[in-house]
């Protein structure tokens, strides 16, 4: 019991000290309002603000005439007072004006398809707008006139994506005259931006990243050209060898053969004496005896000598 008790009432004394520090908020933050623009700057205003809404009226009653369907023209008297007024604001900045409008619009158009049975209208036209404007939040689009956009087509849907491209086409003829004539003021600028970085910063940002590139490039071909050089040495050694190895095998055969071809060229020359040697020896054998030649046939008489010799006789 201490304990619950002890909880409840630290738990009141926090949403005592919630609620002082609220009321104390809804004070206000004690900052003075800004001061009213002169006369001069309101005039100003006035002319920029009526001649371009002239424009888009004019514009707009020719497409109404030409293709039954109209411009929105209620976001662009929001957008006009925020370029002439609020002409420094984020919010007011072309690119706040396009992507902000854009995107709204595509969130609460996709919440519109949604059937009205399981999302009711009266449910849709704050479900719709609220996720968009929480998107361009996060984009960092934040425009007011987007949220009116966004609550038009949750509501009603005869808007469709043609009347998304009208609007679209509204907004660029009210940022093209509002750059011509806010400039026209010597005190004022617009657009304080873009939406795209700076050209010395981009182009920097350029140069760097190719820098790094190419650095991580050139050290990648240092290192495949090194390895390959110490590859292709390696190779070139291992050739080196195998051509060593190649001319000693070959004059080891070379050697050899030579060694075949003397001992047959001497085993030849011993054999053909040996034959000379023994052919010699059988002729002295056969062609002569104690006591004269001998012939051991007719063909080993000699033709014609014992017609003319009659001393010669036959052998035995």
């Known amino acids: 019991m201490q304990l619950a008790r002890s909880k409840s009432a630290i738990i009141g004394k926090k949403i005592k000290k919630k609620a002082s520090l609220t009321v104390k908020k809804m004070k206000g933050g004690g900052q003075i309002p800004p001061p009213p623009l002169s006369n001069s700057q309101c005039l100003f205003a006035l002319a920029g603000c009526f001649l371009s809404l002239l424009s888009l009226s004019a514009i707009n009653e020719q497409i109404q005439t030409s293709f039954d369907r109209g411009i929105l023209l209620a976001p662009l ?47 849709r036209v704050a479900l719709g ?4 404007i929480a998107v361009t939040l996060k984009l960092g689009l934040a425009h007011p006139p987007a949220g009116a956009v966004a609550v038009l087509f949750a509501l009603d849907t005869s808007n469709d994506w043609k009347s998304l491209g009208l609007l679209l086409f509204g907004y660029v003829e009210a940022i093209i005259f509002a750059v011509i004539f806010v400039n026209l003021n010597g005190t004022k600028t617009f657009p ?23 650095g991580r490039c050139h050290a990648r071909f240092t290192n495949m050209t090194e390895s390959e050089h110490h590859h292709d040495a ?3 050694d291992n050739d080196d060898d195998g051509r060593k190895e190649k001319k ?33 020896s059988r002729s002295e054998n056969n062609l002569w005896s104690d006591h004269g030649p001998v012939f051991h046939s007719v063909n080993d008489y000699p033709i014609g000598r014992h017609d003319t010799d009659p001393d010669f006789e036959m052998g035995p």
């Open 192 to 214: 304080m931006y873009w939406g795209v970085p700076n050209t010395q910063e981009w182009w920097g940002i350029l140069t760097r990243r190719l820098k790094e590139t190419s």
């Open 234 to 236: 390696n190779h070139n």
């Open 129 to 132: 707008p609220a996720i968009a």
């Open 248 to 280: 000693e095998k070959a004059k080891k055969l070379s050697l050899f053969f030579l060694s075949q071809e003397k001992k047959e060229s001497v085993e030849s020359n011993m054999t053909s004496q040996a034959e000379t040697k023994s052919l010699n």
């Open 77 to 123: 008297g929001a957008l006009v007072t925020m370029h002439y007024g609020l002409t420094s604001a984020p919010a007011s900045q072309p690119r706040n004006s396009l992507l902000g409008v854009l995107v709204a619009t595509v969130c609460s158009k996709s919440v519109a398809y949604i059937p009205t049975s399981v999302v009711p209208i009266w449910v």
